[in-house]
Every structure is written in structure tokens, then in C-alpha cells.
């Protein structure tokens, strides 16, 4: 995780943290677990509550070193690190017993990478979300929640479209085992992280602090979807409190103009548009068209219904929730919360909390 | 680490020259620290028509090909796991030259996931010298360690099996087949999650000691750049079947904290499970094997007698009966300079 000056508390709205999940005495697995998204809700976990055990699971052994000095089990005895990867599922169903939640963030998500890698990102993405939701039946897990990315909404490119399998493969669980009572598998998907390694705030933090005389921007139109990782934490967490199982969560995201971000974090530089990579669009959806019949506007989020699932919508409605318009869309360019520059970022977000507090 | 590094680099091991212009190379492994060091030399002195730097984590890969940029443009990046048998096949073809560096290397972190660590340390061994001979590759060297030798943990015990599956495989190929060899040495100065970065990072917080396990604990040092060489002169000098060790000296923990801080006390904490007092590079019952070649040993099994008689045709000579190559048994010994502020140390606290 990149720390970049000013920008967490541009984007940050501490709208998602409620309600809270209770996670004490529970038994966690977190997959991806140091990665920035992982570590940070390890972080969170470890801040929070008392689990009795909170499982680390990741490959790489030097994140996990690194990791283990920064969260360590001599002050969090219910830490436990755990190397693995999600491609195998007999680690997975080794490491899944007797644990009751599990969050799963292992993910490549690089899109030039995955462009080139195929089938690497295939068998990480989406055969180990099978694997992860496999080992949970298995294990007798009572939820998993798997983190997605506006990316898999009508993908285009490699990434995006694992990312709708893996969506695929949490959500849709085999028949007979909703009976069963398998574990409430839901998904909650965000957009890009503000300061994530590799992405574009880091990236425009160094050529200024390097002394760029000008910022690359792929397009002057393009616009993406922000979320805090501290927001994607307390979110995920969140809609695990009241997940019944088949629902993809998604936040009501502010949504930004990469040029208006490039503007507002060096106004002095020049910009130079580079063009379109390989596998990248201009907007991105947090929800299409085309499943708004399934969208209930809830509180702060979206929740996504499978289809024709009266049940489950009645008790979100009973709840609070409504349906929301029937050509409704949740798209990076006519969000009704876009950003011109970060600094009315700020005002929204704060103007927001403030509605929320008088609601 | 520049001390530490100018302390302990004695020899360069960069004779023979291997020739790389033209060629095709891999390096597994290839954004570790070792890989990385392989990749910035080779981009430096070679001008291959591919080098292939294959790993598991997207974001080193993403991280160093920012920072090659454009200059290099023969530097392919491959996602792939050394347990994925296919994806090395598929990535082998047409390689000429194979640098087998991708390993689990935590000691502890080996001890509490034993069958990982195994799963990429031998069957990932495996993986390699099975894509190597399918694809006809010429030369394969594969890294291995200090901790290989007599081993007492995991993680010493699977490098020592990716050695045998390296020199077994050069027993199995005909004339023509690929040549394997492994290149043992100690620790390299400076590498990630290591002693001397930790030391340094104590230091720069403003620590007032140094935890060492053991006073009396000594190792072998290596720089980075003299393990690059020692791998590409190796690749150019072996026959098939070497383990290959450098002559590099010894220093002791204590020796260390007292370079890299002179003013600073030291504290002992104890070993920690799966480590040893010192290290052997060459074990007592490996004498029979071991051949002394200018800068460096080879072991050699008996059954590897075509290699052994060809470097003893070049100069190579038996070792005495007596040899033994440890970190607590070497001529060279390297000591902190001498500083007038040495502090005693001081003992580890143990609570009643």
C-alpha cells in the first residue's frame, strides 16, 4: 500500500462501517491476506475484534515475513500466517477446518499482465475462487465474502472477465446446497483503491515528487470509480453482517475524471494524453442496465439480487431497501456523485456525512 | 552494507566467460533478489535475443519492467509458478539457457509450511529439468545454498533434493541433452529479510543494541554481484553433474553488528528454531566428491566420473582427507576493524 499525502482524506467518507459485524470469537480466513486490500483488513480485524483465529493465507513468504513484523502473533495471539496458494485446493480445504469466515481478496489484477498471461490469470481468479468456494462447502464455512471489481462488469479485457467468472462462481452455488445450508457466499465490488500498488495515484505521486514537468493521462474523458481501502475494509465487513448468501454489494462510489485527479494533485503541470492501453475503456460500471430488475438501493450500497429472487428482496425491502429505476445504471461518467476536481471531493464527502448524520 | 560488502568481496569468480549474445535465457525466479541482480548484469554485458523473467507476483513483475522501461526490449515477462509443470514447458521452448532461482528461502516460515516449501523447492526442481530436457535447453544452473548441506531444516533439506534431482538429471540425459549443474554459496550481503538490512534498519531507527542469537555464530558471505559472476563462469565451466562452491569467507554475527555499528552494544536472543551455530558449504563425508579448482570447489558423486576426469584434466585436483569447508573451518576469516568503543555482550535475559 502506497501512502499518498491528502488523498485517503479527499476520497475517505467513513460512510460504510456500519453495521458492524461481529467477528469476535469467530475463526477468519482471509485469502490475498498481503495484498493492500488483505492486509489492511487484517489490520482492521486484528484493531477491532478478539477472533479466535485469524488466518493469513497468502504465497509470497517475503509479504508474509514483512507482514509479521508489523502485525505480529506475539501481540495478536489469534494471528496465524499461512503460506498457500488458491490455485490448490487441497491446501485450501487443509487450512479452511473449523474456520467459519472466509474473505477472499487473492487476486492478480494487473490488466496489461493479465492481457498477457492468460491463462496465469484464469487459474488464480477463477479457478481459485471455485477452489476457495469448494473447500468452504466442504469445511462447513458458514460465509465467504469474494471482493470483485467494477472490472467484471460487461468486461473487456482478461482481467475483468475473471473477475466475472469468479462473481459467477460465488454467487451461483450448486443446487442443493442453499438447502443444505451452505455458506451465505456474497460478493462486494469496488472500484479502483485510492493509492493501491501499481495504480495511478502512487504512480502521479512519484513523476511530481521525481520533478515531471507533465503527467501522462490515457484519455481526457476517462473517468474512474474511488474507494478508499480503509471504505472497502469497513464495507466488506459491513455486508457480512447481513449477507443471506447470492448478493453482489456495491457502494455508492464518487466517481472522478483521471484528468481532474492529474489537475487537482499538480495544477501546474502539463498533461499529456497517451492513449488507450490494451484492455482499458474509457468508463467503467459499478452496475449495468441490464440487471437493474435485480437492484435494491439499500442505505449506502446497491445489492444485487440474483434473478427472480422474491424472498430475499422482500426481506431487503422489509428492511429499508427499493428498488431502483428500471433503466437504471451505475456508470463512472453520469454518476449522480462526479467529481469535477478532488477538492469538491472533499465538500461531497463531507456534505454527505453530514445528510447522513441528520438522517 | 557497502562495509560489509567490500569486507568480504575477495575474488571476482568471473572466469570463465559464458557467452549469452544471440541466446535465449530464462530465469525462474526472476524478480527475487538473486534474479533481479541476474537480469540487471545480463542486461548490462549480453545482448541475448531473449531473456525470460519468469515469476508468480504481478506487481514485482509490473515494478521492474517500470523500471527497465524501454532500454531492453529482448526482457520478456512471464507469469508462472515452478509447481506448474505445463506453464514451463510452454515457457522453455526454444531456450537455450535456464537459471533455476525461484525457491522458497524463510527458514521458519519453511519449518511451519513444510509441504509448500517442498512443492516449490523440489517438485518446481523437477518441473525445471523435466521442460529442460523436453525442449532441449544446453545449460541449466540451478541455485542452491549453504543451508543444503547436512541439513537441519526444511527448507536446507529441499535445496539439497533440488541438487540431487540436477545431478541425477545430468546422469539421465545422453550426448547432446541438456547439462545441469547447482551453484552452493552462503549468505549473499544485503538480500531481502536478511540479517545485515535488519541490522541496518535497527540502526537507522536509533536502536541502542544489537540482537544477535549467538556470539559465537559464524556464516559465509557472498555480494550479490560475485554470486551473479560465480553462476555465469559456472554455467561456461561445468560438464554436467557439478555442485559448484565458491571460496568465500567466513564472518562471524558478532562480527557483523560490530562493522555495521561499532558504537553499539549487542544482546543475545538465541537461535531460533531450525538454525545452526555455523554453516557448512562442504560436509566431511562429502570429501571423496569434492574437487579443488582455482576460485572454487565442484562436487562431483563417483558416478559422475566423465565431469570429474575433465576437470582434472584442466587442473582440478583432489582435496586431503581431512577436508571439511565450514563457516567455523575456513583459512578466511574476516573481523570487524577495530574500534576503540567495542562494546561487551551482553547476555540473554531469561525471565524466571
Redesign the interface.
Known sequence: MVHVPDMDPVFETGLYAHPVADLTDKSILVTGATGCFGSRLVETICRQFQPSRLIVFS????K???MARRLSPADYPFLR?????V?DLD?LIETMKDVDVVIHAAA???VT?SE??P???LRTNAQGTQNVIHAAERCGVTAVSMVSTDKAVQPVNMYGASKLAAEKIATARPFGTEVAGGPRTHVVRFGNFVGS??SVIPIFDKLIRDGSDTLPVTDQRMTRFWITVDEAVNFALSSLSFAKGGEIFVPKLRSMAVVDLARFMAPSLKIAFTGLREGERLHEQLIATDVASNVLDYQHRYVILRANRTAERDIYIKAGAVRVEENFSLCSSNNPVTLTDASSAKVVAQREHLRLLAD | MKDISSLVASRPFDQPVVDLDGKSVLITGGTGGYGRAFVERVCRDYRPERLIVFSRDELKQFEMAHELGDNFPFVKFAIGDVRDASRLEEITKDVDVIVHAAALKHVPIAERNPAECLRTNVDGAINVVRAAIRNKVSRVCSISTDKAVSPVNVYGASKLAAEKVMSAAALDVGPGGPLFCSVRYGNVVGSRGSVIPFFERLIAEGADELPITDPRMTRFWITMPQAVNFTLSSLQMMFGGEVFVPKIPTMSMLDIARTLAPDLGTRVIGIRPGEKLHEALISRDDVLNTIELQDRFALLSPEHIDARLRHMAKGAHPVADDFFYASNHNPEVIRAPASASMQPVKPRIVSA
Open positions: 504465497r509470497d513468504e517475503s508474509q515475513f514483512e500466517y499461512v503460506l498457500g496458494d490455485r491446501r492478480m489484477k494487473h499482465l498477457q498471461n491463462m496465469e490469470c500498488r501499481g
